[in-house]
């Protein structure tokens, strides 16, 4: 599924590519993600996309602020300033460095693009159109066609409501029949998908579930991937990760796996990934490729381009030596001659495990996209200074704030203390100088009394 789902057929001729059997090529194939320069942001965007459902936090118990909660404001706008910097740090990471020709490339494309689309901020951040500038070889007006119609299928595919609501409960026995997943990241970071395409049942398959139950399980996997597991993947490497390395095992594959069925189920993949998902691919090794896969490979060639093709290395049996290259062997499973069984998840495949599950990492992301939404609520407010307000209670009494969300009094309710502190103090000092007055006047009188005693004495 994987090989073919990164396919897009090109209309210009393709050039013949000879099938590397050792650690040729070029490893990055100029879409590293190292190649960039520095730029301040507005918004936190992590890699490519941004808007992954995480969990929701758990919700504070409700209780009132009191007056007294305002004297930890210096405490507490000191730990504000710590977690400002580990939001500062991990913008940076998510975010990446551009360079400025494709950052100028990038505002062009989207100044092209209609006013609705650019209103869709979730899909115009800077690595989305640059994605599809890659893919059209930065031809603006071929990217703006491609981008456009990503966005219609999106709306009538449903996408946002796929990620949100799709439940593809019949996972765990399609594995059986369709060995896939993801585990690990190779040397750099990258996420790490393994097919085992030889494997495939095809018909326990079509048993288990539907050809459209499963696309849109893989387009929520795709989704996952852009919007959550690059993004962790990014934190855990600290540098910005947007592409994963693939590893297929075509053991026993040939022209006979390839039914009627099966094109039908690989060319919707390969419509989707190479039309709507381009450039998330950094490099495929397939292995274990003999003869009957060969004979094949010079069919699919046809319908890939130059550009992903050059990503590819075509390998036999001793490929060992080209994985541990890029992937350290306690990520590759043992079918793939690594160290790793994950026998508590009922193997490699199963278990899903990398950056992605981290729940402190998770956590950091939420936190990242938390902040992203107050950033965009404070945008929609009626006067500058009154959201200039609600983002120095929200920075400083995230707590309590939280605990007034419901009757819309983040914005005044703690101001209302502060100066009701303010007229306390005022009152408090102006009695104080009156009973310093007062004292005054008592001292007076004592001393004067204390002059009629002493005449008396006399």
């Not at 393709?14 to 099938?19: G, P, Q, Y």
């Not at 710590?82 to 990038?106: C, N, S, T």
């Not at 031809?139 to 796929?162: G, Q």
């Not at 069919?299 to 290259?325: C, H, M, P």
Request: contains cysteine.
């Amino acid at each position: 599924m994987f090989l073919i789902s990164h396919m897009y057929k090109s209309k210009e001729k393709v050039k013949d590519i000879v099938i590397s059997r050792g650690g040729e090529g070029d490893p990055s194939s100029g879409l590293g993600e190292d190649q960039f320069s520095t730029r301040r942001t507005k918004l936190i965007h992590p890699p490519i996309e941004t808007h992954w459902n995480f969990p929701s936090r758990e919700e504070y118990k409700r209780s009132s602020v009191s007056k007294l909660s305002m004297l930890a404001y210096p405490l507490k706008f000191r730990e504000s300033l710590k977690k400002f910097k580990k939001r500062k740090d991990l913008k940076a990471i998510l975010e990446g460095v551009h360079d400025p020709k494709d950052e100028q490339l990038v505002e062009s494309f989207r100044e092209l693009l209609p006013c609705d689309a650019q209103l869709q901020e979730k899909q115009n951040d800077y690595h989305t159109l640059l994605r599809f500038l890659r893919m059209r070889d930065f031809d603006i007006l071929k990217a703006k066609t491609m981008f456009l119609n990503y966005l219609k299928w999106r709306e009538e595919f449903r996408v946002d409501t796929i990620s949100k609501e799709f439940k593809f409960e019949e996972c765990p026995e399609v594995k059986k029949c369709y060995p896939h997943g993801f585990h690990g990241v190779d040397r750099k970071g990258r996420p790490l998908y393994i097919e085992r395409t030889g494997l495939v049942d095809l018909n326990a398959l079509l048993q288990l579930t539907t050809i459209e139950r499963f696309v849109k399980y893989h387009v929520s996997e795709q989704e996952k991937t852009l919007k959550l597991r690059f993004p962790a993947c990014s934190v855990a490497a600290k540098r910005h990760i947007a592409s994963s390395t693939s590893i297929i095992d075509v053991k026993g594959v040939g022209v006979s796996n390839f039914s009627r069925p099966a094109r039908h189920l690989f060319m919707e993949i390969q419509k989707i990934d190479s039309n709507y998902y381009p450039e998330t691919l950094n490099r495929l090794f397939i292995v274990n490729a003999g003869s009957g896969f060969r004979a094949l490979w010079k069919a699919i060639k046809a319908f890939l381009d130059a550009r992903t093709i050059a990503k590819i290395e075509v390998l036999g049996s001793n490929y060992q030596s080209n994985l541990v290259e890029f992937i350290d062997p306690s990520n590759l499973p043992s079918f793939l001659c690594g160290n790793c069984t994950c026998s508590g998840y009922g193997g490699c495949l199963f278990s899903d495990k990398g950056p992605w599950n981290d729940p402190e990492i998770i956590e950091m992301l939420q936190a990242a996209v938390e902040n992203e939404d107050e950033n965009n609520d404070e945008e929609d407010g009626d006067e500058a200074s009154e959201e200039m307000g609600k983002k120095q209670i929200r920075d400083f009494y995230n707590a309590d704030v939280e605990q007034y969300s419901e009757q819309n009094y983040m914005d005044k309710s703690v101001l209302d203390n502060i100066k009701e502190l303010e007229t306390a103090l005022h009152d408090t000092k102006r009695k104080i100088q009156a009973l310093e007055m007062a004292l005054e006047d008592t001292k007076m009188v004592l001393q004067g009394l204390a002059k009629n005693v002493k005449g008396l004495r006399i």
